[in-house]
């Protein structure tokens, strides 16, 4: 059996124009220029075949997942292990506020040594997005379809791709990634 899912990253809100981290804790909608990233992108999605769209049920991926979903006439599904992942006292503040009273976590969270235990004051370690998205991933796998999107976030996406060799990189709004589980086992198909 195989299942394929497309998941792609919400558009922009204001706090990501103003360089603010939104976290769970933030749950603002997209602005204007998220809402034609979210277009752009549902025409990139009309041709993958998508059955079914899941989201985290913040209102920026969710409003994505809406816009993808509607000329496809695609169920939207609100999921909370898609959420972004916990940010702790940083949530609201300016990344460069947040690398300058926090250098040595900032360079852990971006940095390449992917240490899966870094978290940020009062937040959620890498290790436990990672974790709570293939929770999701693994519930997904019981649905009837196939083929199916995946609305969630910048930060929980990051840290589930390490499991596939993928990243730490930062990602534009509305980043797609198509991944495959086929036959027990997850890929992630690029290119």
Known sequence: MRKDFYMFRHGETDYNKEGRWQGCGVDLPLNATGVSQAEVLAEKLKPLGLEVIYSSPLQRALETAQIAAAS?????????????GCLGVCEGMLKTDIA?????LWQEWYGDENK???R??????????????????????????????????????RYFLLAFGYGPHKMPNT??????????????NQG
Do not use: C
């Not at 496809?72 to 972004?84: A, F, Y």
């Not at 300058?100 to 040595?104: G, I």
């Not at 980043?175 to 992630?188: M, N, P, Q, T």
């Open 120 to 157: 940020w004051p009062e937040g959620e370690s890498k290790l436990e997005m990672q974790q709570r998205m293939f929770k999701g991933f693994e519930k997904m796998l019981a649905a009837k379809e196939n083929v199916i999107g995946v609305a969630s976030h910048s930060g929980s996406m």
């Open 100 to 104: 300058a009273r926090y250098p040595k």
């Open 116 to 118: 899966l235990d870094t």
């Open 72 to 84: 496809q006439h695609l169920k939207v599904i609100p999921l909370p292990e898609l959420r972004e």
């Open 175 to 188: 980043a797609l990634f198509h991944i495959v589980w086929e036959d027990g086992k997850w890929s992630l």
